[in-house]
């Protein structure tokens, strides 16, 4: 197994999905349900469930300063749909974001849960020129409406980011978790691994 772990915030939503995609990487992977929990993993998934659930529990158990800390230690951190919704800069209705990256989201802006769809997005891992294709899961999805010019875009959903990072934090409007795809948790892995490697 590999010697790095990743942290699942597991307070609501599909944690169990990443931690599964996890172990087929072979990678040790713990649900992290306090916040001293964060001292014990080299990066952090929050997944996808309910944003405005997400940012109170975030309240209710003190999280949110150590996530600040997590992500000023250069930790990396992976959003997937309403993790994404939390770790934004402004989200249309909610009013408790961190704050990490640099964009501005829509909640639901794909839909409701009934209008669930699989489309194929085109994704840019390695900034090269050739970009694959990667079957993407939406339920409830949240658009990216603005980022900065610090957000570097590696997916996209027609002329819509779907992928994106700054800096440590990468953010996803899908559920890679749902596919049998591990493309995109190999790339955080690689993240995690590389923020190591420059200790």
Same mark, same amino acid.
């Given at each position: 197994?590999?010697? =790095? ?5 597991? !307070?609501?939503?599909? %944690? ?5 995609? !996890? ?16 001292? /014990? $993993? ?15 529990? %975030? #309240?209710?158990?003190?999280?949110? /300063? ?7 230690? +250069?930790?990396?951190?992976? +959003? ?14 909610? @009013?408790?974001? !961190? +704050?990490?990256?640099? =964009?501005? $989201? @829509? ?18 891992? #390695?900034?090269?020129? /050739? ?17 900065? #010019? ?8 027609? #002329?819509?980011?779907? !992928? ?25 892995? +690689?993240?995690?691994?590389?923020? =190591?490697?420059?200790?």
């Amino acid at each position: 197994m590999d010697a =790095i772990i990743v942290g699942v915030l597991a !307070l609501q939503g599909d %944690f169990r999905e990443h931690i599964n995609m !996890l172990r087929i990487l072979g990678v040790e992977a713990r649900e992290i349900r306090f916040p001293r929990q964060l001292d /014990e $993993v080299d990066g952090l998934i929050i997944p996808g469930g309910e944003s405005t659930t997400i940012n109170k529990l %975030f #309240d209710k158990y003190g999280f949110r /300063e150590k996530l600040h800390e997590f992500h000023r230690s +250069g930790k990396p951190l992976f +959003g997937t749909c309403a993790g994404l919704i939390v770790l934004a800069k402004k989200a249309k209705g909610e @009013e408790s974001q !961190l +704050g990490l990256i640099d =964009i501005d $989201v @829509e909640r639901n802006a794909y839909g409701r849960q009934i209008d669930s769809f699989e489309q194929k997005i085109s994704l840019n891992l #390695d900034h090269k020129a /050739e970009k694959k294709d990667f079957n993407s899961v939406y339920i409830r999805a949240p658009k990216i409406i603005r980022k900065s #010019d610090g957000v570097k875009v590696l997916g996209m959903h027609d #002329d819509e980011i779907v !992928l994106a990072r700054q800096k440590n934090v990468l953010v996803s409007s899908f559920h890679p978790e749902l596919t049998e795809d591990t493309r995109i948790h190999r790339y955080f892995i +690689g993240m995690i691994r590389e923020n =190591i490697k420059e200790k």
